[in-house]
């Protein structure tokens, strides 16, 4: 059976996210003793793509390639974690993309707002949240679809911010149940340069970058007490093409472990610096 039909067989079937415990190990003076980790994102979440990938809410492989994997492994290897992943593989952010994609005659298997957030354990010590991949290019598609109306930029500024708000309010649910818990959130590359878009038009990728960067900056804004921003849009190596699994959209090995690595001081330590205000990634095509 296929990677693709043996999660979309999987996603069927009513489940709970799983946790996992390693043994006590010496602890790392720069990683707390007692980690409960909650992920919330899409198809990353199972690593897929990767060469290890996981079925959704199960404890993986210990060799697993995804980068909340190798995110947790390198937690247990410093302390005694536990892993709660929420994770969906197709899912957006809330029942507003949901309804967005409907236009397109697509359906999603659920959204973080109403099928993730509800999930989070009181103990939660660290959640991270990955958002955007599948909502910008739900957006982009309805624009390409010439379904956005007359003011093309305008739609796209709207969907931006309902983004924006709509992110808030996963911030504030997740906050509600585990008011204690620091949140690590990763923003968006520039997906105008990602190689699924490279055979797109100029006009296309403009819109993609407007897209993706104005989502990124919706997540950079959630920056507060005891909430940091990982930033992938102005690290230079997550736009390579090794960082890339052959669908051209979903991270390599490389892609996931870079993730992963990003991650890590912003899960462990007691500070973050906030993402870059500008950078060249930014602006990889044309402005729209």
């Given at each position: 059976?296929?990677?693709?039909?043996?999660?979309?067989?999987?996603?069927v079937?009513?489940g709970?996210?799983a946790?996992?415990?390693?043994?006590?190990?010496?602890?790392?003076?720069t990683t707390?003793v007692?980690?409960?980790y909650m992920?919330?994102?899409?198809s990353?979440?199972?690593?897929y793509?990767?060469?290890?990938?996981?079925?959704?809410f199960?404890t993986c492989a210990?060799n697993?390639?995804?980068?909340?994997?190798?995110?947790?492994?390198?937690?247990q290897?410093?302390?005694?974690?536990?892993l709660?992943n929420?994770g969906?593989p197709?899912?957006?952010?809330?029942q507003?993309?949901?309804?967005?994609?409907?236009?397109?005659?697509?359906t999603y298997?659920?959204?973080?707002?109403?099928n993730?957030?509800?999930?989070?354990?009181s103990?939660?010590?660290?959640?991270?949240?990955?958002?955007?991949?599948?909502?910008?290019n739900?957006?982009?598609q309805i624009?390409q679809?010439q379904l956005?109306?007359?003011d093309?930029?305008?739609?796209i500024?709207?969907?931006v911010?309902?983004?924006g708000?709509?992110?808030?309010?996963?911030?504030?649910?997740?906050?509600?149940k585990a008011p204690?818990?620091k949140l690590?959130?990763?923003?968006?590359?520039?997906?105008?340069?990602?190689p699924?878009?490279?055979?797109n038009?100029?006009?296309e990728?403009?819109v993609?970058?407007?897209?993706a960067?104005?989502?990124s900056?919706r997540?950079?804004a959630q920056v507060?007490?005891n909430t940091?921003?990982?930033d992938?849009?102005?690290d230079?190596?997550i736009?390579?093409p090794?960082?890339?699994s052959?669908?051209?959209?979903?991270p390599s090995?490389?892609g996931?472990?870079?993730?992963?690595?990003?991650?890590?001081?912003a899960?462990v330590?007691g500070?973050h610096p906030?993402?870059a205000?500008?950078?060249a990634q930014?602006?990889?095509?044309?402005?729209?």
């Amino acid at each position: 059976m296929s990677r693709s039909l043996r999660l979309s067989a999987l996603l069927v079937l009513l489940g709970a996210a799983a946790c996992s415990k390693a043994p006590e190990t010496p602890t790392s003076p720069t990683t707390p003793v007692g980690v409960n980790y909650m992920n919330i994102s899409a198809s990353d979440s199972t690593g897929y793509m990767s060469s290890v990938e996981c079925f959704p809410f199960t404890t993986c492989a210990p060799n697993a390639t995804g980068w909340v994997q190798t995110l947790f492994r390198r937690l247990q290897q410093n302390g005694t974690a536990t892993l709660n992943n929420t994770g969906v593989p197709g899912q957006v952010l809330s029942q507003h993309f949901e309804d967005l994609g409907r236009r397109l005659g697509r359906t999603y298997p659920g959204n973080f707002l109403t099928n993730q957030a509800p999930f989070t354990k009181s103990d939660a010590t660290v959640v991270t949240i990955f958002a955007g991949g599948n909502d910008a290019n739900t957006v982009g598609q309805i624009v390409q679809a010439q379904l956005a109306g007359d003011d093309v930029r305008g739609f796209i500024d709207q969907q931006v911010r309902q983004f924006g708000d709509d992110l808030a309010a996963l911030v504030r649910a997740v906050r509600q149940k585990a008011p204690n818990a620091k949140l690590v959130l990763l923003n968006l590359p520039n997906l105008a340069g990602a190689p699924y878009l490279a055979r797109n038009s100029a006009v296309e990728r403009g819109v993609m970058q407007r897209i993706a960067v104005g989502m990124s900056d919706r997540v950079n804004a959630q920056v507060g007490p005891n909430t940091f921003v990982v930033d992938l849009l102005c690290d230079a190596r997550i736009l390579e093409p090794s960082s890339f699994s052959s669908d051209g959209f979903h991270p390599s090995d490389r892609g996931y472990t870079l993730m992963a690595e990003l991650a890590y001081p912003a899960v462990v330590n007691g500070s973050h610096p906030a993402p870059a205000a500008d950078c060249a990634q930014r602006r990889i095509a044309p402005v729209f």
